[in-house]
């Protein structure tokens, strides 16, 4: 096995849809409703963390008919505790997955509306 240079963080850690037995590694009230890997390296270069990513990793508990998967794992040259890093990471996931949930509903409403037949 080989040694990291960092700290790795899969997508269940943020996971607001999973328990802590499930792999939630921060409170229910700070995580967000299915992180996918995408959202997550997305978050990471939101914040300025650098980071290389695997996505084609399952993570251990992850029954085999689970979908997605991978990690990233985040360089920390500020030699922050992982714990602290969850919760800037959870942060910015936050506010993509609140930007990417506006953006569905505004295109929902875009759709409902019918253009009107002029007589």
Do not use: C
Not at 14 to 43: H, Y
């Amino acid at each position: 096995m080989r040694k990291r240079d960092g700290i790795i963080v899969w997508p269940v850690y943020l996971d607001s849809t999973l328990t802590r037995a499930q792999g939630r590694r921060i409170p229910k009230n700070l995580a967000a409703p299915e992180v996918t890997l995408n959202i997550l390296m997305e978050a990471a270069k939101a914040i300025g963390l650098e980071f290389d990513a695997e996505p084609d990793k399952l993570y251990p508990r992850a029954s085999r008919d689970q979908q997605g998967g991978g990690y990233i794992v985040l360089t920390n040259p500020q030699g922050h505790k992982k714990k602290r890093l969850l919760l800037m990471l959870a942060k910015s996931v936050r506010k993509i997955v609140a930007k990417r949930e506006a953006a569905k509903k505004l295109a929902e409403r875009k759709k409902g509306k019918k253009k009107r037949k002029r007589k």
